[in-house]
Nanobody, 121 residues
Framework: QVQLVESGGGLVQPGGSLRLSCAAS????????MAWYRQAPGKERELVAA???????NYADSVKGRFTISRDNAKNTVYLQMNSLKPEDTAVYYC???????????????WGQGTQVTVSS
């Protein structure tokens, strides 16, 4: 029942912008840390950006200054604003979140289905 639903991926030219969204749905008591990962063909999955419930953020060096992660706690939603996109940013982007379903004692990691981002001219 509890799941992460991603949206916003697509094709964009170098230098363009894109905004990804990920909403946690279901009977959720709380959403703690949320993050975006990405995986390019033949590469390992890597952390792009993470944000705590209180708004503290961390970014991969490769995206600092270009990407911004944010969240709306009331909507249990995390966003990734991507500016000045480069071909090297092409990957499948995955949402990750620490969620506590109603009635459970502990949080666990949940993953979105992934959304394709392609940066090409």
């Amino acid at each position: 029942q509890v799941q992460l639903v991603e949206s916003g991926g697509g094709l964009v030219q170098p230098g363009g912008s894109l905004r990804l969204s990920c909403a946690a749905s279901g009977s959720i008591f709380s959403a703690n840390a949320m993050a975006w990962y990405r995986q390019a063909p033949g590469k390992e999955r890597e952390l792009v950006a993470a944000i705590t419930r209180g708004g503290s953020t961390n970014y991969a060096d490769s995206v600092k200054g270009r990407f911004t992660i944010s969240r709306d706690n009331a909507k249990n939603t995390v966003y990734l604003q991507m500016n000045s996109l480069k071909p090297e940013d092409t990957a499948v982007y995955y949402c990750n979140a620490e969620l506590k379903p109603i009635g459970t004692l502990w949080t666990r990691d949940y993953w979105g289905q992934g959304t394709q981002v392609t940066v090409s001219s």
